[in-house]
């Protein structure tokens, strides 16, 4: 069997040494002398996989022929070969790296003629497409924030692993002495990881409160720049400049804040006054006529969840159909303290659905 070496020892990616590779080049290193068949039967391979590995081996310089002529090959040391044969790929990462460092000053550049013609020509209102740009544009106003964010998270939780990414950038925020406010839903004080959120980040002078109802999502930087959640692609945002409707957006903000309650844990509060609290939101929801799924969304709870509290109400009024409980929330005069007492319709209701 005859092998022949092929070009000056280059090695390329595709030549990282396989299974077979190795266990041919063990074989030669451990007995001295090529011996096909032997090969085969102590390996396992077929002769031909054998004659490919030392074709290779061969090239990359791994294997070299005896200096007699008489055609018998021997292992060579790998340290003395791993130099010279890997040259070529660690040229061609230097390459690759000076490549990405002019790449990454090329695009630094066109970031800052980016910046300096947005300001120079106004850009009131931008759509950001994805998820991923939308955290980028989000860590960059976080970072550049001098004064104040306000943010308005709708929803009775958030993922564990959100809380944990806004933990470091709201964290540098505060020991900058950026006042920061949160809203959530009421749910949310049922919410594990958003109360111990809540505790770690109101340590360090962040402030928290939560309401029945809110619109949707909202923050606010410096009364300068608010994100929004883009109506037509859920995982995008809508960034506003334009001072009249940040002000705006600002004064919204500013009037759910001061009508919300300071977060707790809603044990603490004691579950029955939180309930009272909910149904009799979603009676006043009812009696406005909203969906279901409008009602879901307002307060932060799944579709199943809110129907599941619509038909125990229901029952608990004695109503078949949303008119009839219309009738009976008027009749009952079940929402005429808006809200600041107890009324005893309301909590013949609430007992009668069975929830605390």
């Known amino acids: 069997m005859v092998y022949q070496e092929i070009g000056d020892n280059v090695i390329g990616v595709e030549d990282t040494l396989s299974a077979e590779n190795v266990a041919v080049y063990r074989w030669l ?16 391979l077929d002769e031909a996989v054998v004659s490919g590995a030392v074709g290779h081996l061969l090239r990359i310089g791994l294997v070299q022929r005896g200096e007699a002529g008489d055609g018998r090959l021997r292992a060579v040391d790998p340290a003395r070969v791993a130099a010279v044969a890997t040259a070529p790929m660690e040229r061609a990462i230097a390459q690759q790296q000076a490549r990405l460092h002019v790449l990454r000053d090329q695009f630094s550049q066109l970031a800052a003629d980016y910046e300096e013609g947005r300001h120079s020509v106004a850009t009131d209102v931008e759509r950001i497409p994805g998820l991923t740009q939308v955290r980028d544009a ?22 564990p692993e959100v809380l944990q ?75 506003v400049r334009e001072p009249s409707v940040v002000q705006y957006l600002y004064e919204v903000f500013e009037q759910t804040w001061s009508q919300a309650q300071p977060f707790s844990d809603a044990a603490a509060d004691g579950l029955e006054a939180v309930a009272k609290d909910l149904d009799r939101t979603i009676l006043r929801l009812l009696a406005t006529g909203l969906k279901d799924e409008t009602i879901a969304r307002r307060l932060g709870m799944s579709l199943r969840t809110t129907r599941k509290h619509i038909s125990d109400m229901m029952q608990a009024l004695g ?29 013949d209701a609430s007992a009668s659905t069975g929830r605390a």
Do not use: K
């Open 138 to 159: 989000l860590t960059r106003a976080a970072a550049n924030c001098r004064e104040d964010m306000v943010t308005v998270q709708p929803g009775g939780t958030r993922p």
């Open 29 to 44: 290193a451990l007995h001295g002398q090529l011996d096909p068949v032997r090969i085969s039967e102590e390996t396992g």
């Open 319 to 347: 109503a078949e159909s949303r008119f009839q409980a219309g009738v009976a929330v008027g009749t009952g005069g079940l929402l005429d303290d808006d809200g600041n007492g107890d009324g005893d319709g309301e909590a």
């Open 165 to 239: 990414d806004a933990l470091h950038r709201d964290s540098q925020m505060l020991a900058r002495g950026v006042r920061m406010r949160t809203l959530y839903h009421h749910t949310a004080r049922f919410n594990g990881p958003s109360q111990a959120y809540v505790a770690r980040m109101s340590a360090l002078g962040g402030e928290y409160r939560t309401a029945h109802q809110l619109a949707g999502r909202l923050i606010i930087f410096d009364r300068e720049l608010a994100f929004m959640t883009d109506h037509d692609n859920r995982s995008g945002a809508v960034v």
